[in-house]
């Protein structure tokens, strides 16, 4: 009787199981995520209310507009894509309000779909749905409550009762989006994936001669077939000096044989986006002085990448890779003792990455420590030391105009960490390899 009761239990933990393993993959609208993240949030907000609007419609020119894209908390708590829309959410009832654009036929001739008061009601699990029309009304109704708005939305500042209690709801929302869940992990090791199999690509068909833009349209080519609607951030492409400038999105430069190229890319994939750089010489062997640069930031990343656990600060980090960078620079007679690394490592080693690139989180640890938050499972953080010697650093002309980065997205784990971009080959001999393909 014992073992049929036990047998029977282990078959329903295997049901349960199997139930969360494919809604977590079946793409289908994953409405108990939200619902789950609201119940956190309420949980802090306690009596007072959340009120959130939808990321406004910017207009690129004439009738024109930008592609559109839903505010990244706006998402995270509803999970829902369309612009004009607003969310409350009320500690003290319980009740999840959204309100949204009515449906309106001649419209959606020209936009497609709009979901209307009664669809928004049911797929997205609200208690209530009303025409955004009537938002500002129910918002002067909350006279006298506290509220927990996004201090940073000018408009919506604007409309919060003066005799409201109000406090700064982006917080809360951040301290939540820093412990991915499930659900997150897995998308973002999707957008990871597709972000590796294209650079591996593109990496294949770079050639001297092919232009920046051209690496551009073949990484974001796969990004598109892999299934990823949209990147997470411009792509950058810097080829030659190029490499040198951190952010460089003009990728307009034809690349030349002897070139190191910079690619610091992310797929985009149900909002989650990965951050991967990878730097490969375009005739596919590194010449010397390259080969040094790139084993030095490949030594900071992994060292680096080691002391990443439970327990661990977030500046250690940045301290560890740059320790490196730094011995390594005097080593080679390329900086001076008593020089600061800064000169050829000018950005930080880490950040946290999620439904936006640099996503949201405290970086300073709760007891107040200044870029000393404290590694918890579930975040997840890029790695992404870099050497940038460009003709103005005052070194010998062979070192000129190599930029090297090495960028790896990495979750913290219960025992340590996983590099979730590690199917991506990062030695400089795997990358050659590659490209001899
Ligand atoms: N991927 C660009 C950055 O991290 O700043
Ligand atoms: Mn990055």
């Known amino acids: 009787m014992n073992r049929e009761r036990s047998f029977h239990k282990?078959?329903?933990?295997?049901?349960?199981?199997?139930?969360?393993?494919?809604?977590?993959?079946?793409?289908?609208?994953?409405?108990?995520?939200?619902?789950?993240?609201r119940n956190k949030l309420k949980e802090k907000i306690g009596n007072a209310v959340a009120v959130i609007t939808s990321a406004p419609v910017y207009i690129r020119n004439g009738d024109v507009e930008y592609e559109y894209r839903q505010g990244s908390n706006f998402y995270y708590l509803t999970g829902f894509e369309e612009p004009k829309s607003a969310a409350l959410i009320d500690g003290l009832s319980g009740r999840f309000i959204l309100f949204v654009q009515p449906k309106n036929p001649a419209l959606e001739i020209w936009t497609g779909e709009i979901y209307g008061i009664e669809?928004?009601?049911?797929?997205?699990?609200?208690?209530?749905?009303?025409?955004?029309?009537?938002?500002?009304?129910?918002?002067?109704?909350?006279?006298?409550?506290?509220?927990?708005?996004?201090?940073?939305?000018?408009?919506?500042?604007?409309?919060?009762?003066?005799?409201?209690e109000g406090y700064d709801l982006n917080p809360l929302i951040a301290e939540m989006r820093l412990i991915k869940s499930e659900y997150e992990i897995a998308q973002l090791k999707k957008a990871i994936d597709i972000t590796s199999s294209a650079l591996i690509e593109t990496m294949r068909q770079a050639t001297p001669g092919i232009y920046e833009y051209e690496l551009q349209a073949i990484v974001e080519y796969?990004?598109?077939?892999?299934?990823?609607?949209?990147?997470?951030?411009?792509?950058?492409?810097?080829?030659?000096?190029?490499?040198?400038?951190?952010?460089?999105?003009?990728?307009?430069?034809?690349?030349?044989?002897?070139?190191?190229?910079?690619?610091d890319v992310g797929a985009e994939y149900n909002y989650y986006t990965a951050d991967i750089t990878r730097t490969f010489p375009v005739n596919g062997r590194f010449?010397?002085?390259?080969?040094?640069?790139?084993?030095?930031?490949?030594?900071?990343?992994?060292?680096?990448?080691n002391i990443i656990k439970p327990g661990a600060r977030f500046y250690q980090i940045d301290s560890v890779a740059r320790a490196v960078i730094k011995n390594e620079l005097v080593g080679l007679g390329l900086l001076k003792p008593d020089e600061n690394v800064m000169k050829f490592f000018m950005h930080g080693t880490s950040h946290w990455v999620g439904l936006d690139v640099h996503d949201a989180g405290s970086y300073d640890s709760p007891d107040g420590i200044r870029r000393g938050q404290i590694l918890r499972p579930g975040m997840v953080l890029a790695v992404e030391p870099g050497i940038y010697i460009s003709e103005n650093s005052g070194v010998d002309k062979k070192w000129h105009n190599i930029g090297v980065r090495i960028e790896d997205d990495v979750l913290v784990t219960e025992n340590g960490c996983e590099v979730l971009s590690s199917a991506l080959p990062r030695e400089a001999t795997e990358i050659e390899k590659i490209m001899k393909r």
């Open 119 to 164: 669809k928004t009601k049911e797929k997205f699990g609200a208690d209530e749905c009303y025409d955004i029309s009537e938002f500002d009304s129910f918002l002067s109704s909350l006279n006298k409550r506290k509220i927990y708005y996004p201090k940073s939305d000018n408009e919506l500042s604007k409309k919060i009762p003066v005799e409201s």
């Open 222 to 263: 796969n990004f598109r077939m892999g299934g990823s609607k949209r990147n997470g951030f411009p792509s950058i492409v810097g080829s030659g000096k190029n490499s040198c400038i951190l952010h460089y999105t003009s990728n307009n430069r034809k690349t030349e044989d002897g070139d190191i190229v910079l690619m």
């Open 287 to 305: 010449s010397e002085e390259q080969r040094i640069i790139y084993e030095i930031v490949l030594k900071a990343q992994k060292e680096a990448i």
């Open 10 to 37: 282990s078959l329903l933990i295997f049901f349960l199981a199997l139930c969360v393993c494919s809604f977590i993959y079946s793409g289908e609208f994953p409405a108990g995520e939200y619902a789950e993240r």
